[in-house]
């Protein structure tokens, strides 16, 4: 096990190149991964239709470099995801413009996934996933490299490596398994196990600028000048959330992950190419990780219900931001959301705190309030 933490100051393409080669040359060059030949599917963070430059996705130029670097190597790359939202060529081709991804297919020649065909793969050996759809060019690549993009996330605390790969999942798709796997606990090990369906066979996270606060989608830009490159996403995940000034075993990918005997959660055993306390950003904003079904788990209902409100965090609709559009509505899986003369307002029975709403807001008009006793115990 191998990663790499190498420091890339600025999107300039020979600042990137240079910093993706020394990452890849650490972890034994991309040719250890891939022959000629094969088909590379190169899957950045395109969670929502926005601009490179809020941070939210990948940036452009990371994923450019990967897909020259794939490509000068004799393979076959292709480069795709599949965003909150339908997955269909109306909504993709309007995520990959706003991404900066039509330039990249345009720049380096490298198609984009226009095949929104899906297929059911099968693992009888799974906990929670004994079968999973995937959108049809990632299961039948023959191999995957995640790019991820360094964030904060409103529900597992944290993104990088592994939570990008929820988008192997097709469309709305991803609705079903949020609420299937309603608890954070559930739906990390979802996580996990999806991860091993798609096993990619290298792991970059895009840190040369990241998003704090109310990630991952709806925060800040901030500078981390970092890209990670790693042969196991777990180890990526590790290193990441460390630069982040989070605690690597806290978090609920990695927890799982060391569960199942994948990794140790610890910095000193994912083979770093150099120390990085020293490049850590310690006042990073970052969210209070807390499991939606926290209180249901050990306490009789009526206390649940009392308590509930004072431990909970939930959608705080921003009524002056919103257009009334519908995305939170369409894609909450717990149905939770009506839209009233225009504006949004949430069953707060009926919530799984999944926070789907948040994320998927074009207009950042969703916040994630956390009650006092939620924050005093994180």
Excluded at 38 to 58: D, G, S
Excluded at 114 to 141: G, I, M, P
Excluded at 308 to 325: A, E, N, Q
Aim: net charge positive; charged share 25%; proline share 6%.
């Amino acid at each position: 096990m191998k990663t790499a933490v190498v420091s890339c100051d600025n999107y300039e393409r020979n600042t990137v190149e240079a910093a993706l080669e020394e990452g890849l040359a650490y972890v034994g060059g991309i040719e250890q991964y891939i022959r000629p030949g094969m088909r590379v599917l190169i899957k950045p963070n395109l969670v929502i239709a926005k601009k490179p430059e809020t941070c939210a996705t990948t940036h452009p130029s990371v994923v450019a470099a990967v897909a020259r670097r794939v490509k000068a190597a004799g393979a076959e790359p292709i480069i795709g995801d599949s965003a909150g939202g339908p997955f269909n060529e109306a909504w993709m081709k309007h995520v990959y413009a706003s991404s900066g991804m039509l330039e990249v297919e345009k720049e380096t020649g490298v198609p984009l996934n226009r095949d929104y065909s899906t297929v059911d793969r099968f693992n009888e050996s799974a906990e929670l996933l004994k079968k999973v759809t995937l959108w049809k060019t990632l299961a039948e690549a023959d191999a995957v490299i995640t790019v991820g993009k360094l964030k904060s996330h409103g529900l597992t605390g944290y993104c990088g490596a592994v939570k990008n790969l929820f988008g192997s999942i097709p469309g709305t798709l991803k609705i079903e398994y949020h609420y299937r796997m309603e608890g954070l606990q559930e739906f990390s090990k979802m996580l996990v196990e999806l991860c091993e369906y798609v096993h990619p066979v290298l792991s970059i996270i895009d840190g040369v600028w990241g998003m704090e606060g109310e990630g991952p989608t709806g925060g800040d830009p901030r500078k981390i000048g970092q890209i990670i490159v790693s042969d196991n996403p777990h180890a990526a995940d590790v290193a990441g959330s460390a630069l982040i000034g989070l605690q690597p075993a806290e978090m609920c990918t990695i927890k799982r992950a060391v569960e199942k005997g994948l990794i140790t959660g610890r910095l000193e055993d994912i083979g770093l190419n150099r120390p990085i306390g020293g490049l850590v950003v310690k006042d990073f904003k970052t969210l209070p990780i807390r499991d939606n079904r926290m209180l249901n788990r050990n306490m009789p209902k009526f206390v649940e219900v009392f308590l509930g409100p004072f431990f909970r965090p939930k959608p705080i609709f921003l009524h002056d931001k919103c257009v009334g559009c519908g995305i939170c509505r369409n894609s909450c899986p717990a149905k939770a959301i009506v839209i009233r003369e225009g504006r949004p307002y949430a069953d707060m029975e009926k919530c799984i705190r999944c926070f789907c709403c948040q994320e998927l807001c074009p207009k950042v008009a969703v916040k994630v309030k956390r009650p006092l006793f939620s924050r005093i115990l994180k």
